[in-house]
């Protein structure tokens, strides 16, 4: 077991990895081809945020199976307990930042899901 997040190997199979601090591309719905943050896990949804229309305080809510994961923030373990404690429009600005930063280290792999290539 993961004695910082709480969950097992099979755990994290069993829901495709998904966890707080995962970057997802949604794959269904009006918001295909978005990309938010795992802000926080419920039993078959995820709770997503973008730091543009989705902010901690109004998240997105989306069943796991819609998205696909692309990978795992690269912030400090208590990132989002730091972003609680910030004002919206500097948590907005520090999640947008988050997902640039990662955006930039797998652009490959990004433009390949938006290129219709699912194997990337």
Known sequence: MNQETGHSFFDA?????????????????H?????YVVAAEHESFLSLID?????????????????CPLGQIEQ???????????????????????IRSFLDGHSE???KWKRGDKNA
């Not at 199979?13 to 719905?29: H, W």
């Not at 730091?51 to 998205?67: F, I, M, N, Q, S």
């Open 51 to 67: 730091g543009d229309k989705r902010t901690l305080e109004a998240p997105k809510r989306k069943r796991r199976k819609h998205v």
């Open 31 to 35: 918001d295909e081809g978005r990309i």
């Open 76 to 98: 400090p373990r208590d990132w989002f307990a730091a972003l609680k404690e910030l004002p919206v429009p500097q948590q907005s600005s520090e999640i947008r930042k988050g």
């Open 13 to 29: 199979m069993k829901d495709k990895g998904i966890i707080a601090g995962t970057v997802v591309l949604s794959k269904r719905g």
């Open 109 to 111: 792999t990004c433009d």
